[in-house]
């Protein structure tokens, strides 16, 4: 079996190559530098996350896994069964795959930037569940999608686990739920999961482990900017920044040059200071009653939240 996923063309004007390449050329031109966060996913950088949910610090998929263990019978009640679940951000697929038995999905959408990665995962679970119809789109939807035509339009359950939801502004997520909720139809929903505020030192620990793998993760972007842009980013003369800022109840991920750093790829250059930083990552963290009022406000109604017993994470059901 193999997995051939719907993607736009890449290259040519419209193409996403050709977008991405223009995104990147505005955040490396910016005063304050930045490379939005779906580029830390190609394969390594995929890979790299899929080990950061292996640290002892990185509680948040661990706490999620447990709420859906915890919760599945409940939480497959209120979603119901029978449904085509959207997985946006599918990475290794193996949170919806925990909640195949439970959920019995009637098709499966896998969506991720992360095209090659997220294939070799769905490959492995059309042989454990046959039974269900399984597609792949390699696509980048944080500013909208469009679903290929055979994706079933009824009982539409858009699926956003582990907090991805957080790498948006509230603003942006805001518009982000809107698309779901015009997307989902009227017997549809979202299942989401969200990171909830929490203490810094905890916040800081997740976001800077000690074995450096989340520095590995944020450094490997440049190796990707590097491939996307023709960019000759040394990856030695960066460190790994990662810390809560409280004030605006956020971790932010940034990338600090250790000297200075002459950058050059195709159609530009610049010049980095030392210790000038380029900003690669926020990962907002909700009071539970926000991210209920921002899914309200998108046009949803929340049906129930299920949270873990020291209320670090929320698992959020939203019908249409
Ligand atoms: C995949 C966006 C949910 O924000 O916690 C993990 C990414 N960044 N460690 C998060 C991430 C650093 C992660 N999300």
Redesign the pocket.
């Known amino acids: 079996t193999s997995c051939t996923p719907d993607t736009l063309p890449d290259s040519g004007p419209h193409s996403a190559n050709a977008h991405m390449a223009d995104e990147l050329h505005a955040g490396l031109e910016a005063a304050e530098a930045w490379i939005a966060?779906k580029f830390?996913y190609d394969t390594l950088g995929s890979t790299l996350?899929e080990a950061?949910c292996e640290l002892p610090e990185?509680y948040?998929t661990r706490t999620e896994a447990a709420i859906f263990e915890h919760h599945g019978a409940e939480i497959a009640r209120a979603a119901g069964s029978g449904a085509t679940l959207v997985d946006l951000?599918a990475g290794n697929c193996a949170k919806a795959a925990a909640l195949f038995p439970l959920l019995r999905p009637k098709q499966y959408v896998a969506v991720d930037i992360s095209t090659d990665f997220m294939c070799d995962a769905l490959v492995r679970l059309r042989q454990r569940f046959p039974h269900i119809d399984m597609r792949a789109v390699g696509m980048d939807f944080s500013s909208g999608f469009a679903l290929p035509a055979d994706v079933r339009a009824a009982r539409r359950l858009f699926f956003y686990p582990?907090?991805?939801i957080?790498?948006f502004s509230p603003e942006e997520a805001q518009d982000f739920l809107r698309r779901l909720r015009a997307g989902c139809g009227d017997d549809g929903g979202v299942l989401l999961g969200v990171?909830l505020a929490k203490d810094k030192a905890t916040l800081d620990a997740?976001?800077d482990d000690a074995l450096g793998v989340?520095a590995a993760?944020?450094l490997n972007v440049l190796r990707h900017v590097n491939r996307l842009v023709g960019a000759d980013f040394d990856v030695r003369g960066w460190r790994h920044r990662?810390f809560y800022n409280e004030a605006r109840g956020r971790?932010e991920?940034h990338l600090e040059a250790l000297r200075i750093q002459e950058v050059r790829w195709r159609g530009g250059a610049r010049v980095f200071q030392a210790g000038e930083r380029i900003h690669t990552?926020n990962?907002y963290k909700y009071q539970q009653a926000d991210a209920i009022a921002l899914l309200e406000r998108a046009g949803f109604e929340a049906t129930h939240v299920w949270t873990d017993p020291r209320h670090w994470f929320a698992v959020i059901h939203a019908r249409a």
Do not use: C, H, Q, R
């Open positions: 966060p830390l996350f950061i990185y948040p951000g582990g907090s991805s957080g790498n990171d997740a976001y989340t993760f944020n990662g971790v991920m990552e990962s």
